[in-house]
Each structure stands twice: as structure tokens, then as C-alpha cells.
């Protein structure tokens, strides 16, 4: 994911299209929302990426050197909750970006 973050902060797409992209239908809106949107996605994706990670490291060495695994129950639950931090990290940067563009924007694309 933070490889991805990585790519997108610097190889953000020029033009509205369907396949690249931070794609809503208020992103979509015309090229201003398109741009500004991709923008704050980035960013806001290779943030939540980057804490994460620490987070998840931090994670793994305090269960690991701990011996804390027993405290999830089994290292299956421990994954469980690796994998809804991961669901998680996915929706934060949607929620904050599509907040971010209605504090900039009007519902028809029109800066405020």
C-alpha cells in the first residue's frame, strides 16, 4: 500500500478518466475538482500508509517480543485485526478527502 501511495503522490493522473485515479462523483466533476482531489487523496493516503506501517511494526515487535500473540487468542486473530487496520486504512483517506473537497467546493464543482 505505501508503495502505491508512493506512485500516486508523484504520478497523480492529468485528466478526468475512469480507470486512474481518485474517482467520486464530486472529484469528477470538472478538471479543478479533478486536480485538487487527486491532490489530497495522495497526500492523505501516503500519510495514513506511513502510520500504518509504524503502527503495524510497533504491533509486531511489542506481541512478538512479549509473547502477546496468547492475548489475541491465536496468531489468526492477530491477523484479523491487521487485516481491519488495513480496511481501515483504506476508508480514511476517502472520508478525509471528500470532507476536504466539500469544505472547497460547491455540489456542482464551484470553489466556495
Avoid at 510497533?58 to 489475541?72: N, P
Avoid at 483504506?90 to 472520508?95: G, H, R
Wanted: proline share 2%.
Amino acid at each position: 500500500m505505501l508503495l502505491m501511495a508512493i506512485l500516486f503522490q508523484y504520478k497523480q493522473p492529468k485528466q478526468i478518466n475512469h480507470f486512474y485515479g481518485y474517482r467520486t462523483g464530486l472529484s469528477m466533476k470538472n478538471q479543478d475538482t479533478w486536480v485538487v482531489a487527486n491532490r489530497l487523496a495522495s497526500e492523505c493516503f501516503l500519510y495514513s500508509s506511513i502510520g500504518f506501517l509504524i503502527i503495524l511494526i510497533l504491533l509486531l515487535l511489542i506481541v512478538g517480543r512479549a509473547g502477546l500473540v496468547g492475548w489475541f487468542g491465536s496468531s489468526r486473530t492477530l491477523f484479523l485485526v491487521i487485516v481491519i487496520l488495513s480496511s481501515g486504512l483504506v476508508l480514511l483517506p476517502i472520508i478525509v478527502t471528500e470532507y476536504k473537497l466539500r469544505q472547497i467546493f460547491t455540489s456542482e464543482g464551484i470553489r466556495k
